[in-house]
Structure formats: structure tokens, C-alpha cells
């Protein structure tokens, strides 16, 4: 995206200054809206220590992996929910279901080896709640992270991420 610039005019003290400020848009925590009800995703960054603290603060509405792309979490959890309402789940639950959908295996350790989360960058997506977005935000906050932002993938990583999540299916 080719940065925008917005003139910026202060009066001080009868002086006109003049701030250019770059404009970037930046995405923090996204809601999305499906026939399933809303979901919330945004990314951080955890540090070995707070790993097994933020998945033990991460309830049945809530899931953290180390993917790439929030679109193809989103894509997945949409995907594992749809399972359970049909009864085609693989997993027990609509947390595993989500990262067998990601990894695009059939085996939650399996799963958990090459999506769970991990240090560094991940995403956390709530679903399943009236609200996502406020309990995603109280989640963030309880384990002093901020949010990273939200970049569109490539589209190749994309599709490649949507095809791993729908091959579930086949399986």
C-alpha cells in the first residue's frame, strides 16, 4: 500500500507550522461476521515464558496458533465450527478442530508441532461469545501483550492456507 500524507497546520504563538504525517493503515483486532456468529482475531507476540500462561488463560472460545495469515485462521475456525454444527468434526473440540484444519493433518499432536503456538508472532481468534472483540481485548490485557498488526497474506500463502483447511474434509 503506497502511504498517504496529511498536512498537519498548528498555531503556536501566531507561527503556522506545517507536519507532514505519514498515513499508514494499520489492522489491529478484526471482527468478522458469519451465519455461525462473530469471530475476532488479532496478532502478538509471546515470549517463551507467557506461552503456557496464555494457553491456559485460553477457554474453549478461544484459540492462539502460530500461522502466517489471519485469513486463513479465520477461513479454518469458520471451517471447524461449520464441522461441529454438521457433526463432521475430526477433533474433540472446535479448538482442535481449528488447528487440524490449519496444520491440514489428521493428528492433534501432529498439529500442535507445526501450528501451536509458539514464541514470537501469533494469533489469537475468540468465536462463540456475543462478544469476541471485548473478550479478545480482555485476554490481550490480562497478559500485558499489545497488538501487532494485521497484514494481508500473499494471496498464493492464502489459497495455499485454504486448500490445507479444506482437505480435512477429504480425509
Partial sequence: MTPKFKNFKHDNSGQVETYLFEVISKYTMLEIKTKFGKLCIAKVKLASESIERALNLCNDNCQIVS?????EVI??????IKAFSSGRNTAKTIKGEILLRLAGVKQIKDAIKIIGARKGENLIIYFGVSDPCSSLKDFISSLGLREEPLKPCDEDEVKRGFERAAIIEAL
Avoid at 477461513?75 to 471447524?80: C, E, M, P
Wanted: include cysteine; charged fraction near 20%; glycine fraction near 0%.
Fill in 75 to 80: 477461513f479454518a475456525t469458520i471451517l471447524a
Fill in 67 to 71: 500461522a502466517k495469515c489471519h485469513e
